[in-house]
């Protein structure tokens, strides 16, 4: 039905590029311009950790939401990313990710532990997904099976709080934490133990197998958990910001 292929695309979607920034397709296979399958749509939305937070906090992000799902229903993106996605992925960019570089180390630290979570599972079940969630994000939330839609749905809770303490420090207007630069990253990952060949790996992640990429992506996010409390705080928040 077509109310539920909304939702389905549309909240994938939705769930996807906030929590990573995801290229999420799907959205072009709709058809029709019901208004109350746009309510559905955004009321799941809301529902879903993190997102809702987001809606409430930007003025205008609901609204700009019921625009983009609107407009691709009537005329569906045939170049590029669907309305939804890109709105989405830009608040991420503008809203999430200062909040995220701005949160404490124990909080940025969950959200690795989360992802860890994700891409572990998927590791067993779906290796093929697993290097989309590294490479560009899950491209296509629905299929995921229920496991990992759970622990998808953890990492974006986890991401709310992380984005609630962050965006908390960034409105009181106090020091902003430690943060590392592209080439401080590379060191501090070498001290967790990365090595030439890993990072050669990181570089050529396009190339990778389903399982090398997956393999790569769970070592990334595991190396703050190898540097003492000081180093380990900046890459979790670094890492937690960046994928």
Same mark, same amino acid.
């Given at each position: 039905?077509?109310?539920?292929?909304?939702?389905? /695309?549309?909240?994938?979607?939705?769930?996807?590029?906030? @929590?990573?920034?995801?290229?999420?397709?799907?959205?072009?296979? +709709?058809?029709?311009?019901? /208004?109350?399958?746009?309510?559905?749509?955004?009321?799941? @939305?809301?529902? !879903?950790?993190?997102?809702?937070?987001? *809606?409430?906090?930007?003025?205008?992000?609901? #609204?700009? +939401?019921?625009? @983009?799902?609107? %407009?691709?229903? =009537?005329?569906?993106?045939?170049?590029?990313?669907? =309305?939804? *996605? #890109?709105?989405?992925?830009? *608040?991420?960019?503008?809203? &999430?990710?200062?909040?995220?570089?701005? /949160?404490?180390?124990?909080?940025?630290?969950?959200?690795?532990? #989360? =992802? +860890?979570?994700?891409?572990?599972?998927? $590791?067993?079940?779906?290796?093929? /997904?697993?290097?989309?969630?590294?490479? &560009?994000?899950?491209?296509?939330? %629905? $299929?995921?099976?229920?496991?990992?839609?759970?622990?998808?749905?953890?990492? !974006?809770? #986890?991401?709310?709080?992380?984005?609630?303490?962050?965006?908390?420090? !960034? $409105?009181?207007?106090?020091?902003?934490?430690?943060?590392?630069?592209?080439?401080?990253?590379?060191?501090?990952?070498g001290e967790a133990g990365l090595t030439p060949a890993d990072?050669?790996?990181?570089?050529? +992640?396009?190339?990778?197998?389903?399982?090398?990429?997956?393999? &790569?992506? &769970?070592?990334?996010?595991?190396?703050?958990?190898?540097?003492?409390?000081? $180093?380990?705080?900046?890459?979790? =928040?670094?890492? @937690?910001?960046?994928?």
């Amino acid at each position: 039905p077509a109310a539920q292929q909304l939702r389905r /695309t549309a909240i994938a979607a939705i769930a996807a590029a906030i @929590a990573g920034g995801a290229t999420v397709y799907g959205l072009e296979y +709709l058809t029709g311009s019901d /208004t109350e399958l746009v309510d559905q749509a955004v009321s799941e @939305a809301r529902a !879903l950790p993190l997102v809702g937070l987001v *809606l409430d906090d930007v003025p205008g992000a609901e #609204a700009r +939401l019921r625009m @983009a799902l609107s %407009e691709e229903l =009537r005329s569906p993106t045939t170049q590029g990313p669907p =309305r939804p *996605l #890109a709105l989405m992925t830009e *608040l991420r960019a503008t809203q &999430i990710v200062p909040a995220l570089k701005a /949160t404490d180390a124990a909080d940025a630290q969950a959200v690795l532990a #989360a =992802r +860890l979570a994700l891409m572990r599972h998927l $590791k067993s079940v779906d290796p093929a /997904t697993c290097r989309e969630l590294v490479l &560009i994000g899950i491209q296509r939330g %629905e $299929k995921l099976d229920a496991t990992a839609q759970k622990l998808m749905r953890d990492m !974006l809770a #986890a991401m709310e709080k992380a984005y609630r303490a962050g965006r908390a420090a !960034l $409105k009181a207007s106090t020091a902003p934490p430690p943060a590392l630069g592209d080439a401080d990253v590379t060191a501090v990952l070498g001290e967790a133990g990365l090595t030439p060949a890993d990072f050669e790996k990181l570089r050529t +992640l396009q190339r990778l197998s389903n399982e090398a990429a997956c393999d &790569i992506g &769970i070592k990334l996010n595991e190396a703050p958990g190898k540097l003492p409390a000081d $180093k380990a705080g900046a890459l979790a =928040r670094y890492l @937690a910001a960046a994928q």
